[in-house]
């Protein structure tokens, strides 16, 4: 009997957007446990508190297909190889949207596989129609007081405009 392969999807997810989304279901077919990991420091200032991003996971993850794969959500503390180890997990997904991301993603993921080389990390490309979304834009859309309703789910574009 073949060991279950474990992943991790991490991220500030701040908030979460449908192109996160994207790569849950995507990353969903390539494992039979997925764990969306949410940074809780990510040296980053966060918008929505920890356990709002989480939330809004929570609530919309019905919403989007993923292939019978067991999802969990669960806050990241510390490194994320540890996170990884920590749950047996063999691979951390991690979705880019253009070059500009690739040059950071892929430095992450040299240190990552120098400090867990049993953890591999797989690059998603976001799907054509996601790709230009990034959570930094749709909260400065929605600062503005733009429509991000094409951009995240309900309840997220909900608590964007009650900002």
Do not use: W
Not at 135 to 150: I, T
Request: aromatic share 10%; charged share 20%.
């Amino acid at each position: 009997m073949t060991s279950p392969r474990i992943g991790i999807y991490p991220g500030t997810f701040d908030p979460v957007t449908l192109g996160h989304f994207d790569i849950i279901q995507r990353a969903s077919r390539l494992v039979d446990t997925l764990i969306i990991g949410v940074a809780k420091h990510s040296g980053k200032q966060t918008q929505f508190c920890l356990e709002q991003r989480i939330q809004f996971i929570e609530e919309h993850l019905p919403d989007f297909p993923h292939n019978g794969t067991v999802i969990k959500i669960m806050p990241i503390e510390g490194l994320l190889v540890e996170f990884a180890r920590s749950f047996n997990a063999t691979v951390v997904f991690r979705g880019l949207r253009a070059v500009a991301d690739f040059d950071y993603e892929f430095q992450m993921a040299m240190m990552n596989a120098r400090l867990a080389p049993d953890v591999e990390t797989v690059f998603l490309m976001a799907s054509e129609r996601h790709q230009f979304i990034a959570s930094k834009l749709v909260k400065e859309v929605a600062r503005l007081g733009g429509d991000v309703a094409g951009f995240v789910p309900s309840k997220v574009a909900e608590a964007l405009r009650a900002l």
